[in-house]
């Protein structure tokens, strides 16, 4: 059982950064390949970026491509989402997710363990 906590939201204007780190547990780090999602009020879940299991395959969504950038660290048993360009759009709870699986990319049903989620708030 793999547990997840996120870390780093908050509150940044316009055209700044955050980044937000996952920190898991309970699990051998290296067996998952990872995910960040966010949800907006009134808007459906939406996959940001996702990062294989070695961290030599990433993707992002359209959206953010270009702005934000995933990366991990198996070492520290820890998923970051670099988030740059800040828009008032990305304001969302983000989530990281974690889905035992060696192949890359991953269906979202594959990701069976979630964290709590990080308020990302962009002020305009």
Request: aromatic share 12%.
């Amino acid at each position: 059982q793999v547990q997840l906590v996120e870390s780093g939201g908050g509150l940044a204007q316009a055209g700044g950064s955050l980044r937000l780190s996952c920190v898991a547990s309970g699990g051998t780090f290296r067996n998952y390949a990872m995910g960040w999602f966010r949800r907006a009020p009134g808007k459906e879940r939406e996959e940001v970026a996702g990062i294989s299991w070695s961290g030599s395959s990433t993707r992002v969504a359209d959206s953010v491509k270009g702005r934000f950038t995933v990366s991990r660290d198996n070492a520290k048993g820890t998923v970051y989402l670099q988030m740059n360009s800040l828009k008032p759009e990305d304001t969302a709870v983000y989530y990281c997710a974690a889905a035992r699986t060696f192949r890359f990319p991953v269906a979202v049903d594959e990701f069976a363990y979630w964290g709590q989620g990080t308020q990302v708030t962009v002020s305009s």
